[in-house]
């Protein structure tokens, strides 16, 4: 069993195990660039794999993303096989029909957006991956929420209640004045930059 040392040559044979499995189906896996990598709509989206047709490529070849907030190498193979399936398609149809017969047929199961391996497909890919070895990766946490709202700099006004947020660059000049009560307004939030 060869020890990959890095994402892609493990992802690059992963490709090369997967084959025969189309290819049994009677489907050509189109050459593909295959990276750890985020996917063009952003680690907040959830998506976890991302392919792109031929035509989006000045070499003509599909490439594929894996995103490296996977943890496990079987989902970074499920996912690898998904994508897989629309290297094939060459996202013609993104996940329409014509993507479900190729799904289905590799015995993929689920919704289509996110379909992955049903019970046998997963017993095959189990065995991939004891041919593969260590995926040599570490799973990247990167947190998914966004910055909590009650964080923003705002401003209030503690007669009125009234509340205004704040532009980072104006925080500076300090809480405005309540154009009600005409009182200095509360700095509340993160005005750390600034004050
Ligand atoms: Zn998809
Ligand atoms: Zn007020």
Not at 134 to 151: A, I, T
């Amino acid at each position: 069993m060869k020890q990959h040392t890095t994402r892609e040559s493990w992802l690059l044979a992963a490709v090369e195990l997967l084959k025969p499995l189309f290819g049994a189906k009677g489907y050509v896996v189109p050459e593909a660039l295959v990276s750890c990598g985020f996917t063009s709509t952003g680690v907040r989206s959830g998506h976890i794999g991302q392919c792109w047709s031929k035509r989006s490529s000045s070499n003509e070849i599909n490439q594929i993303f894996i995103a490296p907030t996977l943890e496990s190498p079987f989902e970074v193979i499920d996912t690898l096989v998904h994508e897989l399936v629309h290297a094939i398609d060459d996202c013609e149809h993104k996940h329409g029909k014509e993507f479900k017969k190729i799904a289905l047929k590799m015995g993929m199961k689920g919704p289509m957006r996110s379909a992955g391996a049903g019970p046998e497909l997963k017993e095959t890919l189990n065995a991939l991956l004891l041919k593969l070895g260590p995926y040599p990766h570490g799973q990247l946490k990167v947190s998914m929420r966004k910055s909590p709202r009650s964080n923003r700099p705002r401003a209030k006004c503690k007669t009125c209640g009234y509340q205004v947020p704040m532009l980072k660059k104006f925080l500076s000049y300090g809480p405005p004045i309540c154009p009600k009560d005409k009182v200095d307004m509360e700095a509340l939030g993160d005005w750390e930059d600034s004050i």
